[in-house]
């Protein structure tokens, strides 16, 4: 039996991807997603929570990712969970906990920032990204 690390989330870019090279010349793209959750207390009163999640993109959808996303925008997000370490100028551990991104959707129209009430028909959505990536060295991550 194999197990499972899935993570997927629907929310809105915080910012734009930071992209870079790493030493082997592949692209790296980092950027934070939010994602919110209401519901109401047992008094009735509503509550909202937010969570921001870190995510990292590999490759041809480093690319797309780099090209297209931008803050704000809402985005689809399937990948697995990774936790890295490193010691920081003090000595401590520090961890970062991040979703490495395999599959990416846009969920808003190309066009939505021009016109807001444009019909979900005109929109030019990009198709779903299943890209399968090689293992990465933790070592190669420049951030």
């Not at 910012?15 to 939010?34: C, K």
């Not at 961890?95 to 969920?107: C, F, H, R, V």
Request: include cysteine; charge should be neutral.
């Amino acid at each position: 039996m194999s197990d499972l690390n899935k993570a997927m989330i629907i929310g809105r870019l915080t910012r734009d991807p930071e992209s870079r090279n790493i030493p082997t010349g592949q692209l790296v793209s980092s950027f934070s997603v939010a994602t919110g959750r209401n519901w109401k207390d047992k008094s009735g009163t509503k509550q909202e929570k937010t969570e921001f999640h870190n995510v990292v993109a590999w490759g041809k959808l480093a690319e797309i990712c780099k090209q297209y996303l931008t803050k704000g925008k809402k985005v689809y997000i399937e990948g697995r969970l990774q936790t890295r370490s490193w010691d920081d100028q003090n000595g401590q551990k520090k961890y970062k906990t991040e979703i490495i991104a395999e599959n990416m959707q846009m969920l808003d129209s190309m066009s939505s920032k021009k016109n807001e009430t444009s019909k979900k028909e005109d929109s030019n959505e990009l198709p779903m990204i299943d890209l399968e990536e090689e293992e990465i060295n933790i070592e190669d991550v420049p951030f």
